[in-house]
């Protein structure tokens, strides 16, 4: 006859920290948003954003003001666009500009499918 013997074990973890505590949390700290361009040849930045968030049209009137112009003349030709998975990348306006306005290739990276 075969005997089952079970181990039962009462485990009592105490932590250091009051699990009832209330933390508080600042949101929507200060913050910067910065943008900036690197190329083989040169570097055009950095230029800082005045609003607290980057949305897709504060991002095409970056595009339309700042850098466009100076990408304009003469930098084009061979450039490819890369942008990560930010969704003021992207926005509907931001990208109709980028195919209409200037001959690039547009790559995004790091965003999911």
Request: with cysteine.
């Amino acid at each position: 006859m075969t005997q089952r013997v079970s181990s039962i074990r009462i485990v009592r973890i105490w932590g250091s920290k009051n699990p009832h505590a209330i933390y508080e949390h600042e949101r929507n700290n200060p913050k910067v948003n910065v943008f900036c361009v690197v190329s083989s040849s040169n570097v055009f930045g950095p230029f800082f954003f005045a609003e607290k968030t980057v949305t897709g049209v504060v991002y095409l009137d970056m595009l339309q003001i700042y850098l466009m112009p100076i990408l304009k003349e003469g930098m084009l030709e061979d450039l490819i666009f890369q942008q990560d998975g930010a969704p003021c990348h992207f926005h509907n306006e931001v990208t109709s500009y980028l195919i209409a306005e200037v001959p690039v290739r547009i790559h995004r990276i790091g965003a999911s499918p």
